[in-house]
Nanobody, 117 residues
Framework: QVQLVESGGGLVQPGGSLRLSCAAS????????MGWHRQAPGKQRELVAT???????KYADSANGRFTISKDNAKNTVYLQMNSLKPEDTAVYYC???????????WGKGTLVTVSA
């Protein structure tokens, strides 16, 4: 089992920046893919960005060139740098880890990002 702990959320003004961190209990080279998802109040959870063990990255359109996912294998940590934040980015952000053999997904408890003037 993989445990994931998110941190870095908080209250920011529109146009501001935050960096979220996801610390994994396992060396992330053993994890095929890690990503960030978010869930806004009253909405479904949606994918924001993913990064594979080899460093292949995908972004949802909602990232709009404003977000950057990265990882530090030595720290077993994945990051989400969020710039030019908008009120619609307000959500609980969840870290996700996917193992393919066998297929298994793990989730953190989430960290709240609130973008408001």
């Amino acid at each position: 089992q993989v445990q994931l702990v998110e941190s870095g959320g908080g209250l920011v003004q529109p146009g501001g920046s935050l960096r979220l961190s996801c610390a994994a209990s396992d060396p992330i080279f053993t994890i095929n893919l890690m990503g960030w998802h978010r869930q806004a109040p009253g909405k479904q959870r949606e994918l924001v960005a993913t990064i594979t063990n080899g460093g292949s990255i995908k972004y949802a359109d909602s990232a709009n060139g404003r977000f950057t996912i990265s990882k530090d294998n030595a720290k077993n940590t994945v990051y989400l740098q969020m710039n030019s934040l908008k009120p619609e980015d307000t959500a609980v952000y969840y870290c996700n880890a996917v193992l393919r053999t066998p297929s298994q997904s793990y989730w953190g408890k989430g960290t709240l990002v609130t973008v408001s003037a």
